[in-house]
């Protein structure tokens, strides 16, 4: 491919979704075409098109949409590798990362969910991902591990609660107010429920099911919710809160 040329067609994100960096999207027919072209490349393919595109004399901007396209299509290869791609590329903590990480996160803990959580506790120690506010709260960390949280739970309501308790307590009510990073999964409702209700800050946790329950109104209507409150064996409180 002529990624002089091609970066002149794609001055923004040509990817569809997990967070657009800036600027209009090309012809819909195009971007299609070269999603199925990033697909059909091997991982070895995918990253000597990196080198090369960083080698090219093109805008920032143009290079910085060709680049995180490519690890997007490296994502659904090799989510390790891809993220070991994007720290050796230094782009973890750029704008419009965040989603492709949180995405790469939960495929990585989908295979190995004890692999995934100690590479994000190595670049936590090394203090990437914290929040530039005084209180800490809002920073992309909360994002992450609302994404290793929700695979946790699917296969180890344990490691996910030991994971939750090394937030600080006034935070991990963030943890389950994300939807696009934390959905309640078939089979850990009762599993949500209690890690809210023993490790979030006792203000918040009725509020926090109740947001962290939200979406299931969109999944399936009002009979989802009850189906969830049942689930639950929730109380008389927790059924008005949610509703």
Do not use: C
Not at 45 to 60: G, K, Y
Not at 156 to 169: I, M
Not at 195 to 215: F, H, M, W
């Amino acid at each position: 491919l002529e990624w002089t040329k091609l970066a002149a067609q794609f001055p923004s994100n040509p990817m569809m979704s997990s967070g657009t960096l800036s600027g209009a999207l090309p012809d819909e027919r195009v971007t299609m075409r070269f999603r199925q072209r990033m697909e059909a490349m091997s991982v070895a393919e995918v990253i000597a098109t990196l080198d090369e595109i960083a080698a090219l004399d093109l805008p920032a901007d143009a290079r910085a949409n060709l680049e995180w396209t490519l690890l997007d299509a490296l994502v659904r290869k090799d989510p390790e590798l891809a993220l070991g791609q994007m720290e050796e590329r230094s782009v973890l903590e750029s704008q419009g990362y965040a989603y492709l990480i949180s995405n790469t996160l939960m495929a990585w803990a989908k295979t190995d969910s004890v692999a995934a959580g100690a590479w994000l506790d190595q670049q936590i120690a090394a203090g990437k991902f914290v929040s530039k506010t005084l209180d800490g709260m809002g920073g992309p960390r909360q994002m992450f591990e609302s994404a290793l949280l929700g695979i946790l739970l699917t296969s180890s309501p344990d490691a996910a609660a030991r994971r939750l308790s090394a937030l600080p307590e006034d935070q991990r009510d963030e943890v389950f107010s994300s939807p696009f990073h934390f959905r309640i999964r078939p089979g850990t409702e009762k599993a949500v429920a209690d890690l809210i209700r023993t490790q979030v800050a006792a203000d918040e946790r009725l509020t926090t099911l109740g947001r962290s329950s939200a979406p299931l109104v969109k999944q399936g209507g009002y009979g989802k919710v009850g189906e969830f409150l049942g689930a639950i064996d929730a109380s008389a409180e927790e059924r008005a809160e949610i509703g």
